[in-house]
């Protein structure tokens, strides 16, 4: 048990290293994001009504696009590299570099997520209250879904040159349950209704979040085989 844990834990290490000592995507993906809250926030007119409605999807599309460009950039060094050839030549299960490589792309969007996260409620002036806390376990739970798929579809595409289009054009359509269940569950946290289905928006990404990581899981050993 432990050294498959040791495995997954190295390449997750690697991975987290690599990115965090040039820094050069975790700007690139944080000022991205930072643009996107920017121009929706000048985009709206603070008096109108569409602003608080449309919210709740200015905030998951900064949360959730700029994630492509880490996906990407997870295989591409791999593949420049020569590393993941190696990786896969090693006598190791193949789901455990899955994990690895998962975990690491999970903590990389989870930290610039929570940095987004601040600058939102700060940029939009969002009243502070205690239903906010809810924002956490919603965006760990559709950030979780959002690496599992996209771990699995960076390292289909990895070999192909337009994978920089191919694989929002492959993720986002398998997304549409959890952006869905995080969107609605976000409008209820910042606009309360008396008869709210938070819940169940909840329960659906909870569902997805496993659903999805368990699939990429077992799919990804006949992905990196092709």
């Not at 991205?32 to 409605?53: C, H, R, S, Y």
């Not at 996906?71 to 791999?78: A, K």
């Not at 959002?146 to 492959?170: K, Y």
């Amino acid at each position: 048990m432990l050294r498959p844990l040791r495995i997954i834990f190295r390449i997750a290490e690697k991975d987290l290293r690599i990115e965090f000592r040039n820094r050069q995507a975790f700007l690139t993906v944080l000022f991205f994001a930072f643009l996107i809250l920017v121009i929706f926030k000048f985009a709206f007119d603070p008096g109108e009504e569409t602003v608080g409605g449309a919210i709740s999807g200015i905030l998951w599309v900064a949360l959730l696009f700029p994630g492509v460009i880490q996906l990407n950039r997870s295989f591409q060094q791999e593949m420049e590299e020569g590393t993941l050839f190696g990786l896969l030549l090693a006598p190791v299960d193949r789901s455990w570099i899955f994990l690895g490589k998962f975990a690491a792309n999970s903590v990389f969007l989870l930290a610039v997520d929570g940095l987004i996260l601040l600058a939102f409620l700060a940029l939009y002036n969002i009243t502070a209250r205690i239903e906010l806390l809810w924002l956490a376990p919603l965006v760990a739970l559709a950030g979780i879904a959002f690496c599992a798929v996209g771990t699995l579809f960076a390292a289909m595409v990895s070999t192909i040159r337009t994978r920089d289009v191919l694989l929002p054009i492959l993720l986002f359509p398998i997304l549409v349950p959890v952006i869905l269940a995080a969107v609605n569950a976000t409008r209820e946290i910042l606009e309360p209704v008396e008869a709210g289905f938070f819940a169940n928006w909840v329960q659906l990404l909870a569902a997805c979040c496993v659903i999805f990581t368990a699939g990429a899981f077992v799919a990804f050993e006949y992905v990196v085989g092709e």
